[in-house]
């Protein structure tokens, strides 16, 4: 992650898992950060419910291992920039960020700090949840 520090959040691509049309939760799911230039982190949850993260190539098929089918469901993808709370972070530069850990010590979230807001990316329930809290003037 320190690798985007000071770099402005370009977009961010979330991913659900819809049946028939109707996502479960558009909330929750694996989210890739766009950073300029051409700079990516994608995060997960893994198996055991901590949170994965990666920096691969811009031009990675990051959603290639989520091509598949169970009973007509599938994983959408959908732009998501635009949705709180990463509209409020869209074009600042990412300041720093923190990891946040269990009590046994396992990644379970990232808290990332730009100019305006925290955003913090959480486990939740196997997945990965994005919530937001404005800093103090």
Do not use: H
Request: some cysteine; overall charge negative.
């Amino acid at each position: 992650m320190d690798g985007v520090i000071g770099l402005r959040l370009l977009g961010v691509t979330r991913l659900a898992w819809c049946q028939s049309g109707s996502c479960e939760d558009p909330s929750s799911g694996p989210t890739r950060l766009a950073f300029e230039p051409e700079r990516v982190v994608v995060l997960n949850g893994r198996s055991d419910w901590s949170l994965e993260w990666a920096e691969p190539s811009a031009g990675d098929d990051w959603e290639r291992s989520y091509r598949y089918e169970v009973d007509d469901a599938t994983w959408t993808s959908r732009d998501a920039s635009t949705e709180d709370p990463f509209d409020q972070a869209i074009g600042q530069p990412l300041v720093s960020w923190k990891p946040e850990l269990d009590e046994v010590g396992d990644l379970v979230g990232l808290s990332l700090t730009f100019p305006d807001t925290v955003v913090s990316l959480r486990m939740w329930n196997g997945e990965v949840r994005a919530v937001t809290r404005a800093l103090p003037l």
